[in-house]
């Protein structure tokens, strides 16, 4: 485009010079030579004009195609105060309608204002922030920069989404908050504990039996907290990576389910189990997989009523859609949600799907708690009755869920229960390693 112009003025130049010359030599053997160099120096003077135009035209069209290539929000104020171009991402940011509106009728913050006026001022670089205030709030770091140009100087505004690094350093604060609430908690209580058995209960051995058993509970408490913490922690750090080995996620469920048999039986909660003939292999890691049945199924068994059940099913060889499908059991007042969502699947990678779905019969949750469940430390206490576990369960699922490349649903209605389903790329691949669990061969 830009030589396309350049083309076009010279061979403009190259006309005029011909005219030019052409009205000189006529002027001149004529005997009007004073009228010739008036006419010459006119002509020079339009031809200056015309170029000088060209050029701004020129710059102002690169300017332009620049900034509107440009991926995050930028904005270019010309020296009259005017928002002269705005990509895509500016004019969705501050809903700008119409062309070349004022900066300060578009921006109604003073720090963003000043800043391009200072730039402008001081001809140099203005780094400033700005917060985009809507349904949810989005965090930028900005640089205005003066730009010299042919026809004026302007000052470009760059501007760079800080958003989810805003949110992960909220997160990080809210974690440090949660888990220091909840390790003082029963550290509190048994430095109570411990100050009464010393005091007034130091020759009361009924009291101490009892106040040894709710210590127990209080340090098992903390143990599960740490334990899960650092479940966590390993597999976030690792998330990035997928899972190199095969596993049989039907016979890792069963190892959960009868480890978890007497903990039903104690509430009791009758465990079903319904699984594909055959194997089910997933591309996965064994014990990872093995934290998400747990949890899963643990969830489960605390939150059904007495005399409730527990349905778990394994089900393999479906498609994508079918799988994400069936994650949940399809109650017509249901409120469902994906946690996690796999990536999207090119050729050459798993085209089959795992499903491991995991219901009650308790309470439900309501639909307006559902994205919040995989919070680290949230728990729906009005919809799941008491407050239970760490806290830290559903998120060690999703990140365990994430890493695998899988789906991770949930579907409830109240009054009906609740269905988690998670969804794995199936196996074998040749060229991945096959772990089994031991005795998944026997027989």
């Not at 491991?356 to 308790?362: A, K, M």
Request: net charge negative.
């Amino acid at each position: 485009m830009i030589l396309a112009l350049v083309g076009a003025t010279s061979a403009w130049a190259a006309l005029l010079a011909s005219c030019v010359v052409g009205a000189f030599f006529f002027a001149y053997f004529s005997g009007t030579s004073d009228l010739a160099a008036e006419a010459l120096r006119s002509t020079h003077a339009a031809m200056r004009d015309d170029e000088r135009k060209a050029r701004v035209d020129s710059e102002r069209r690169f300017r332009l195609a620049m900034i509107e290539a440009l991926p995050e929000p930028v904005l270019y104020i010309d020296s009259l105060g005017k928002v002269e171009a705005a990509n895509e991402s500016a004019r969705r940011v501050f809903r700008i309608v119409g062309p070349e509106p004022l900066l300060s009728v578009v921006v109604r913050r003073a720090e963003f204002v000043d800043a391009v006026s200072e730039a402008r001022r001081s001809g140099a670089p203005q780094i400033f922030g700005f917060v985009d205030r809507g349904e949810t709030d989005r965090h930028y770091s900005c640089v205005a920069a003066p730009l010299l140009t042919t026809a004026s100087s302007g000052v470009l505004v760059t501007m760079h989404d800080l958003t989810d690094v805003k949110r992960a350093e909220l997160a990080r604060v809210d974690f440090l908050a949660n888990a220091s609430h909840e390790l003082r908690t029963p550290l509190t209580s048994l430095a109570g504990f411990i100050e009464t058995m010393r005091g007034s209960a130091r020759d009361d051995p009924a009291a101490w039996d009892r106040f040894l058993e709710i210590m127990q509970g209080q340090a098992d408490r903390m143990r599960r907290l740490i334990s899960d913490l650092l479940s966590l922690s390993r597999i976030e750090l690792n998330e990035h990576r997928p899972p190199e080995t095969l596993t049989d996620l039907a016979v890792v469920v069963r190892e959960v389910v009868d480890a978890l048999q007497p903990v039903a039986r104690s509430r009791g909660v009758t465990l079903e189990v319904r699984a594909s003939d055959g194997d089910v292999i997933v591309q996965g890691i064994r014990d990872e997989l093995s934290q998400v049945a747990q949890n899963l199924i643990d969830n489960a068994i605390k939150y059904s009523d007495p005399d409730g059940v527990v349905q778990i099913e394994i089900r393999d060889g479906l498609d994508h859609e079918a799988a994400v499908l069936s994650a949940g059991r399809r109650w017509d007042a249901a409120g469902r949600m994906s946690i996690a969502t796999a990536p999207v699947r090119h050729g050459g990678e798993a085209e089959r799907f795992a499903l491991l779905r995991v219901s009650d019969s308790g309470p439900g949750i309501d639909r307006q708690y559902l994205p919040r469940l995989a919070e680290r430390f949230y728990r729906v206490d009005p919809g799941r009755g008491l407050r239970r576990g760490t806290g830290l369960g559903l998120a060690i699922v999703k990140h365990v869920v994430t890493r695998h490349r899988g789906d991770f649903v949930v579907e409830s209605e109240l009054g009906r229960g609740a269905a988690f389903g998670v969804v794995l790329p199936s196996g074998p691949l040749e060229s991945m390693p096959s772990v089994r669990s031991p005795g998944s061969d026997a027989g």
